[in-house]
């Protein structure tokens, strides 16, 4: 009953809507996605299709989610009404973020892109506010929803850990073609990016303006650097006799430092486990990790770092550490990948195989292989790194293993070895897929020696029969014997 | 009597699954048989025991746990020596021994048990009920096809039952009782039931077996303990004590690879086993090592996946060992870099591992301290409380093969965290290993209280949890009035139990 007076109360307060204003700079894009084969690593999985929408903004840059482009193998820009198509291309991806910038991989001019019209990104809105959603009818008709934003959070809609702000609009979308992602907007203008829509509680979740606009702005130069990143894990402290014992006021704030990254822009700038973050800037963080965001209230202290500020910038921390406050300054930078990768999207993982043993770089990604319950059924020496990393980084820059074994003459009594963790082949320390390939290069007494972190410990290959071997490899099919990665 | 108590196969059925993984289900069972003549004096000689147990709960650590029964076989062996099998009276607070065709209920408790071949001995409060009985004698191990006749008191029926099969199979294989042990197992096709259990198999009038367990999935297959076992145990006990298995405490790799056996200088004869690792502080430590190949054991030739021919039979090296008690030796033949060299080993139980085997009739340990508690992992704790830490997983998992034993002869670990306004947002740190308290790293439970509990407490407690950056802090001048809240609204009556001196001890 209430929508009916909505839309009419939207057409009146618009300049002059036509109908094609519903559909301005709206676009299908369908991505042909092939990611690699956990086991087989050489080879790639079979290609999956994922149809969703973008906008064009000017420029002729099309904005879409992360997670539509990532890993793609084929883009195709398609009109609204399905009767043009054009190939595309990656501009700038943000995995974290969960956003990317898309464009025609040819001149656009003169073609059907000029004539769908722009959107302009719109700044951000205040909780209650109205914002319009945009779907597509199988037939190319526009489908405008109106909701309302109801919260704002830090939410991770892509890489698992990666929290963003973004609004959670309250509206009863319905399912239309391409609605993977879909545009959001405000007066006629882009907001943000619908990543996900939970149909029982009707609320959706929208990337927000800052987020769309920071990702914007660092591609402008050409160059896109990502959001920074502090490096710290960190604690609540609400456990009052905890806070006691830091020597911590009862009713104030502050944020237990448990780990700092080694190379961050934390260690940097002197930060170190124990410390109580107290203020970011002239931000105070609760207890909690909240701190008072002047247009949305209380935030995830998070954003003061991934959404509201550029690598490059400095930062002022206030922290607590031995019963005095002090400050440190930060320049702010791009999280060191650490140890175990959280993802490898649009990369190809290393590997490396000798004589039928399948080595590889330890990403958050294998464990995903293990499917859902990964958490349990995952190998337990390899869960203890993921989740306990600095016991490991000492002398590694990845984590490289043995993932499996290739039965074959040379690895004969070896076939049920699998995900062991490498620490030395030859006698030399193996820090990545480069430095194993190294070692292989430098049998010792005539034989590989590699050792492993389980029963039994260690394994000998014979280098000639394990070259003979591998050359049976390629000729069965594995198009290479190793990728060795960045 | 028609019981509504739930027998005895039956109640390790329930309780066994959790750890054992269903596969195999321990029986209840007996059978015997007897050329015509003699079968009725070897009836009279099988037991029905009816047991009444108690089970404790680990989860609750101060509770009584769960009330229960069960009833099993048995059979006399010697004067006043009845022969069962270890899960029949385990957890048992009172055990009734009822002979054939009487209504009479004999009191009788346990002289020895033996849980990792479950086994056990029992005597009566008063046996004169049982005088002029027949002992049963032991045979041998039986042949495969040979006719075998299982007695005892299974489900169905009250009666004595006999029930006769071939013997299918005989192999090494675990003993679902303790979980850990794997021994000689003798597979039978009579029908072997719950109540079984402990009940002899008999061949020619001796006993070849004690019937068991059984397989969940498959008809047709009971599992007797065979005479070696039997032996074994009894031999064991003749001391006064019983001493348990003896192990050498290695593992071993097989030797296939040519490049392996290359690299360690061994010959292409199909002879030797490499020593992947050897157990710290176990009989061989200081004296093989991971990389040594083993050729022979007492004389006899290992092959390249650990086997030696034992009467015509290949088993594994371990077989040798098996039938060896704590004190004496074995001898051993190996090479080292391509060097022969011989050993011998004297033989000794390894406690430490028994963290990983089911325990039973034991009061579960644990400190209580301002809302939390603590308790010692084993098994026990760990199927009760489904431990999803990769830390407390790895730390179980490599307990003994890292020996991390050696400094920690308890694993404690924080079980719970009990509601207070005390430790409210305390309960992030449930299901981790305690590594210190006030700066001193914890040896085991008795050493965890002593620390917590002493006089002379810094204003701060702070416990230090492995993997965990931040300490638990709880302030001294909290903990009298916290135990006193929570000890009372929660009916824990006792702060602590740090068990009887002797499990204490060990």
């Not at chain 1, 704002?152 to 992602?181: M, W």
Request: charged residues 25%.
């Amino acid at each position: 009953m209430k929508l009916p007076s909505l839309a009419l109360a939207l057409l009146a307060g618009l300049p002059g809507p036509s109908p094609a204003d519903d559909a301005r700079g709206l676009l299908r894009i369908n991505t042909t996605i092939q990611t690699f084969d956990t086991a087989q690593p050489w080879e790639l999985d079979p290609p999956r299709q994922r149809r969703g929408l973008g906008a064009l903004l000017p420029g002729k840059r099309i904005i879409t989610t992360g997670e539509m482009a990532a890993n793609s193998t084929y883009i195709e820009l398609e009109s609204a009404d399905g009767i043009h198509t054009t190939p595309g291309k990656v501009l700038a991806i943000d995995y974290e973020a969960n956003l990317a910038l898309l464009a025609p991989e040819s001149d656009p001019a003169g073609t059907w892109l000029d004539t769908i019209g722009e959107l302009e990104v719109n700044g951000p809105v205040n909780t209650g506010d109205e914002v319009q959603i945009w779907q597509l009818e199988e037939n190319g008709d526009a489908i405008n929803t109106t909701g309302t934003v109801r919260s704002v959070d830090l939410i991770s809609t892509f890489v698992p850990g990666h929290y963003f702000l973004a609004y959670e609009v309250k509206a009863s979308l319905q399912s239309a073609s391409s609605s993977y992602t879909v545009p959001v907007t405000r007066e006629g203008k882009l907001l943000g990016v619908l990543t996900s829509y939970d149909s029982k509680d009707q609320i959706s979740d929208i990337i927000a303006p800052e987020i769309i606009s920071a990702f914007l702005e660092d591609v402008e130069d050409g160059v896109y650097n990502g959001f920074p990143s502090l490096g710290i894990a960190s604690i609540l402290t609400e456990d009052p006799p905890f806070r006691q014992w830091l020597g911590l006021d009862a009713y104030e704030g502050g944020l237990y430092i448990s780990r700092v990254l080694p190379e961050s822009a934390a260690a940097k700038c002197g930060l170190k486990e124990g410390d109580v973050l107290l203020a970011v800037g002239d931000q105070f963080i609760d207890r909690r990790g909240y701190y008072v965001h002047p247009r949305y209230g209380r935030l995830f202290w998070s954003h003061l770092i991934r959404g509201s500020r550029m690598v490059g910038e400095t930062l002022s921390l206030l922290i607590h550490r031995d019963g005095d406050e002090r400050r440190l300054e930060a320049a702010l930078e791009r999280a060191v990948e650490p140890l175990i990768p959280a993802h490898m999207h649009d990369r190809p993982p290393p590997y490396l195989v000798k004589g039928g043993l399948v080595f590889q770089e330890l990403s958050r990604q294998y464990f995903e292989a293990f499917g859902k319950e990964w958490q349990q059924r995952a190998p337990l020496n390899l869960l203890d790194a993921l989740h306990n990393p600095e016991d490991y980084e000492e002398g590694r820059r990845r984590l490289v293993f043995l993932s499996r074994v290739i039965p074959t003459p040379a690895t004969i009594g070896y076939d049920d070895v699998s995900n062991q963790i490498i620490s030395e082949v030859n006698g030399r320390k193996v820090e990545d897929m480069a430095s194993l390939a190294a070692a292989f290069r430098q049998p010792v007494d005539g034989l590989h020696t590699i050792r492993i972190d389980d029963v039994p410990y260690v394994l000998y290959l014979d280098p000639r029969l394990s070259d003979f071997v591998d050359g049976k490899l390629l000729e069965a099919g594995l198009p290479s014997l190793q990728r060795l990665g960045d | 009597m028609n019981s509504p108590l739930p027998l005895l196969g039956g109640v390790l059925l329930l309780s066994l699954p959790a750890v054992w993984g269903g596969e195999s289900e321990i029986l209840a069972t007996p059978p015997a048989s007897a050329p015509t003549t003699a079968a009725g004096a070897i009836y009279e000689s099988v037991i029905r025991i009816e047991v009444a147990t108690q089970v404790f709960d680990y989860r609750t650590p101060w509770n009584s746990g769960r009330f229960g029964g069960g009833i099993g076989s048995g059979f006399l062996i010697g004067p006043n020596r009845f022969l069962t099998n270890a899960h029949v009276i385990s957890n048992a607070r009172r055990i009734l021994v009822t002979k054939r065709g009487a209504a009479d209920k004999h009191p009788a408790r346990v002289v020895h048990v033996a849980h990792d071949c479950d086994l056990a001995l029992l005597e009566l409060e008063d046996a004169s009920a049982f005088e002029g009985l027949p002992f049963l004698e032991f045979g041998e191990v039986p042949a495969l096809e040979s006719q075998v006749r299982a007695i005892g008191y299974p489900v169905g029926g009250d009666r004595i039952s006999v029930t006769r099969g071939v013997v299918s199979r005989i192999d090494f294989r675990a003993y679902a009782h303790s979980r850990i042990d794997s021994h000689l197992v003798v597979q039978i096709d009579a029908a072997i039931n719950p109540g079984n259990s402990g009940g002899p198999v008999l061949q020619g009038g001796k006993v070849v077996g004690v019937a068991f367990q059984g397989l969940r999935q498959a008809d047709n297959t009971g599992y007797i303990i065979p005479t070696p076992v039997i032996k074994r145990f009894l031999k064991d006990i003749e001391d006064g004590r019983y001493d348990r298995y003896v192990d050498l405490g290695i593992s071993e790799f097989p030797l296939f690879n040519p490049a392996m056996r290359s690299a360690l200088g061994v010959a292409d004869d199909g002879r030797g086993v490499m020593v992947a690792s050897v157990l710290p502080t176990g009989p061989c430590d200081g004296v093989l090592e991971s990389g040594d190949v083993l050729l022979s054991i007492d004389g006899r030739p290992i092959d390249n996946a650990g086997n030696i021919m034992v009467d015509g039979e290949k088993v594994i090296l371990h077989e040798i060992v098996e039938r060896k008690f704590a004190g004496d030796t074995v001898r051993l033949e190996y090479l080292r870099n391509g060097a022969k060299a011989e050993a011998a080993i004297t033989l000794k139980s390894f406690p430490y591992s028994r963290i990983f085997a089911i325990r039973y009739g034991e009061r579960p340990r644990y400190v209580f301290f301002a809302g939390l508690v603590f308790q010692p992992l084993d098994i026990n704790l760990y199927s009760a409380f489904k431990f999803t830490s990769p830390r407390v997983r790895k730390i179980y998992q490599n307990y003994v093969k890292d020996g991390i034993f050696k400094a920690r002869k308890d694993v404690v670990v924080l079980t719970r965290v009990e509601s207070d306004r005390l430790t409210t947002h305390m309960t992030e740190f449930e299901g981790s290993v305690v590594d210190e308290i006030n700066g001193t790293r914890v040896r085991d439970l008795a050493h965890a209280h002593e620390l917590l509990y002493s006089a002379g407490q810094p204003e701060f407690i702070t416990i230090r949890f492995n993997g965990i950056s931040r300490p638990l802090v709880i302030p001294s001048a909290e903990v009298e009035a916290a135990n006193e809240r929570i000890m009372s609204k929660n009916s824990i009556f006792r702060p602590f139990f740090l068990g009887q001196p002797e499990s204490a001890s060990r």
